[in-house]
């Protein structure tokens, strides 16, 4: 996001759409690498998505003065590699998991 700052700065009003998930959570700070636990996809891929959603948050914040939007969605459960690897089956296509995204495009503040 810093990195497109002047960009999203020009053409503001502006949205920054971070894909997120619904099953993130469990972020311990005090060990993002597992260097003090046994790694576990799982646990990664929750992980991920909470810091996505922090990150999300906190530009969100930083940013809105500058009429730059940043959200963070759960696009929805497609069959794909990953959520089989997950335990979950997914039973959206990518066209219908594209939806919550593409919408949040077009909803420029």
């Known amino acids: 996001i810093r990195g497109l700052l002047p960009q999203l700065r020009a053409g503001a009003p502006a949205r920054v759409i971070n894909v997120a998930s619904y099953w993130a959570g469990g972020l311990r700070l005090d060990d993002l690498e597992f260097r003090r636990r046994s790694y576990d996809n799982d646990t990664a891929y929750r992980q991920s998505k909470q810091a996505d959603r922090m990150l999300s948050a906190a530009f969100a914040e ?48």
């Open 62 to 109: 930083r940013l809105a003065g500058d009429r730059i939007s940043v959200n963070a969605c759960h696009p929805g459960d497609v069959p794909s590699r990953l959520a089989r690897n997950l335990g979950f089956g997914g039973h959206q296509s990518a066209d219908e998991a594209a939806d919550t995204p593409a919408w949040l495009r077009n909803q420029i503040s």
